[in-house]
Structures are given as C-alpha cells and as structure tokens.
C-alpha cells in the first residue's frame, strides 16, 4: 500500500502498520508528468514532489508524489496544491498569446 498524507507509521521488528491506510487501492491510467511538480500539502503545508497522475477508483483524479523523507504517496487532487511555477497559470504569457491570437 502507498503511504497517505496525514498517516502514522509504527514499527514493529520487520513490520510496519499504518493508521489512516485505504484498503481499496485500485490505481490505472497511471501516466508520468512532463517534469515533476513541486507542490505542498495542503493538511500541513509539508513541500512534496508530484510525479504521476492517476485515476485512484473513488478518488479521480489523484497524484503519486515524493514527501521530504523519500516516502511516495498517494494523494487526491484536493489534498495537494501545485506551487511550481512551470505549472501555475501565468498570466504574462497569457496576455502575450492573447495578443498573438487578436492579430491573427
């Protein structure tokens, strides 16, 4: 199972249990981004890498990340908010293609 935002990881000898897991996991269309995404968490602001999208069954769309301590995860696109700047609308450029688009 993929790690969740906001679970707890114990330890026991060669075992580990996770509070807060989801068993229903059925994760297709799992396609890479273009480059990975710097996003944050939004429960508790923690920076994360966003790597794939995916349609998680009840959960669409969804993202498979890398959190700050090397754990992938599975997060829902409303736990997560893009802050790379290669992502986020930018509002110079659209005004230029606007442009472009009336002169034609």
Known sequence: MLYRPGQ?????GTSSTMSGTHEDQIITNAAPLPFPLEAK???TGEPV???QTCDWQGHSPSNI?????GKQFLA?????????????????????????RAAV
């Open 8 to 12: 707890s990881t114990t330890r026991t």
């Open 41 to 43: 968490l939004d429960a």
């Open 65 to 69: 990340g890398v959190d700050k301590r």
């Open 76 to 100: 829902t696109f409303d736990e997560v908010t893009v802050t790379d700047h290669r992502a986020v609308p930018n509002l110079a450029v659209d005004a230029i293609r606007n442009s472009q």
């Open 49 to 51: 890498t966003l790597l």
